[in-house]
């Protein structure tokens, strides 16, 4: 188990930036695929994007893809999720996740989440 706590998100303008960042607790977090998700109001839980922790190759969502970029720092134990030309749709609470040893992308293989950060991007 680890735990994480995520930092970074806020309030901004539609075309904007923001870069979130989730720490984690633990000597093993290369050895964890990282994942960011969010939840909007009244919608289910989505994937944005993952980092795999074998390959160190990343997975976006169709709707990300281009504008969002995530990265890890082992040595940190850090995962962070660049986010460019903002819309007012990327607005949710955004969480970060871990799963140990994970190929997938699926939230269901995701058993360690943060307790979330909200962004608003208004148009």
């Known amino acids: 188990q680890v735990r994480l706590v995520e930092s970074g998100g806020g309030l901004v303008q539609a075309g904007g930036s923001l870069r979130l960042s989730c720490a984690a607790s633990g000597r093993t977090f290369s050895l964890y695929t990282m994942g960011w998700f969010r939840q909007a109001p009244g919608r289910e839980r989505e994937f944005v994007a993952a980092?795999?922790?074998?390959?160190?190759?990343?997975v976006y969502a169709d709707s990300v893809k281009g504008r969002f970029t995530i990265s890890r720092d082992n040595a940190k134990n850090t995962v962070s999720l660049q986010m460019n030309l903002l819309k007012p749709e990327d607005t949710a609470v955004y969480y970060c996740a871990a799963a140990r040893g994970a190929y997938s992308v699926y939230e269901r293989s995701f058993d360690n989440w943060g307790q979330g950060t909200q962004v608003t991007v208004s148009s």
């Open positions: 980092s795999i922790y074998s390959s160190g190759s990343s």
